[in-house]
Structure formats: C-alpha cells, structure tokens
C-alpha cells in the first residue's frame, strides 16, 4: 500500500500531480500516527518552470533537495510563517516536484484537533498548502526525508477520482512567474470542503 520509488520516479510531475489525488499522506511523530487524504495539489516543472524555485537551473543550500531522485520529501517555510510539504518526482538532477496543498484529515483526528487549535470538521484544519502541513506535525525538520520511510510516507488506498470529479486550474499566487502562472498545473477535487479557496497564502517562493 505505501508508495514506492518507481511511482516517484515517473518524469511526468503534471500526471503524477493528477494522480497523487486520493492517495493518503502519512507522518508519525513520537509514536502519533496522522494521516489525510490528498485533495489538492500543483505540479512545479523543474528549470523550465519560472514558478519553481529550481527555475534557470537555481541550485542552493535550500533548492539542492529537489534535485534528488524523487521520493524524498521537500519542506520549506513560505513568508516566514509556514512550512509547505513537497514530493521531489522525477530522476536525479531534474528537479520535478508536487506541492500537497489540502488535505482530508483521515487518522488521528484528535491530534490534528489539537495542533490547529480546531475541530477537523472545520475546513480550515488542512485546507491550504501551510495549514495541510501544519495538521500533520510537518516542519523544516522533515525537509529531504525518505518518503518510503517510517516518518512521513504515502499509502495507496484504492480512492480513485474520476476526470469529471477532478479540476484543474492556475497555480496560486505565483504571479511573479509571467505567463507560466497561467498554466493549469494546480488540481484539486470538486466539491471537497479541504481545498483551499484561490486567495489562501501559497506556495512557491
């Protein structure tokens, strides 16, 4: 059921984003096991993709983890306030990566509860790629972590999503990427209460 790294390693980051819906994201710290649903994320497309923070080939102390060989985790902290999880796709030195941007909490609600300081049935628990993070217990600490490993993994449930249950539209709050921020990269489940609305606090950069 845990994804492993032959899933992460597909080099289409656009189909995977799709994909990655319905699967179930995991974390356990300290022997507290929560875990939610995916429902909506937004592929970043390596060098070419002036959205992604690996745009022009830029490699620094904080981008060098997305170009690993997907399957590693990559978290960092968005307008100094909150971490955002990323799934690094992809082959080695091409730097494809999913931002998780909502999700319906599915274990451990309680913990989650107490963490954002909210019932789950509130959409704002998990809505939004920060507060998603948040209700997991995902900070710096997790950035380039083994995604097939016992700290934060994702699991295969048998949820599918039809095509007419899925949409697809700009990714939030990239303006700065010129005509890529138009392209339909962020996808999402319609109807679900968990995806975050258009002006929620984003993403890359």
Not at 72 to 84: A, E, K, P, Q, R
Not at 88 to 109: F, Q, S, W, Y
Not at 112 to 132: D, L, N, Q, V, Y
Request: charged share 25%; with cysteine.
């Amino acid at each position: 059921m845990k994804l492993q790294y032959p899933y992460y390693l597909n080099q289409d980051v656009i189909f995977l984003a799709k994909d990655l819906l319905g699967k179930v994201l995991f974390t356990k710290i300290n022997d507290e096991v929560t875990a939610g649903i995916i429902v909506e994320t937004e592929a970043y497309f390596g060098v070419q993709d002036k959205a992604s923070h690996a745009y022009g080939n830029r490699r620094t102390g904080r981008t060098e983890v997305l170009y690993n060989e997907g399957g590693v985790s990559y978290v960092y902290l968005c307008y100094g306030i909150h971490y955002l999880f990323n799934i690094v796709t992809g082959v080695k030195d091409d730097p494809h990566a999913v931002l998780v941007r909502g999700i319906e909490p599915l274990v451990g609600k309680e913990i989650m509860e107490m963490r954002r300081k909210m019932p789950f049935t509130k959409a704002a628990i998990s809505a939004g790629p920060g507060s998603a993070a948040k209700a997991l217990g995902i900070d710096r600490s997790f950035n380039n972590k083994d995604l097939t490993g016992e700290e934060i993994w994702i699991e295969d449930h048998g949820i599918r999503y039809h095509d007419d249950e899925i949409a697809a539209g700009p990714r939030i709050g990239v303006a700065y990427a010129q005509e890529d921020a138009f392209l339909p990269w962020r996808f999402f489940v319609k109807g679900n209460k968990y995806v975050s609305k258009p002006n929620t606090v984003n993403p890359e950069k």
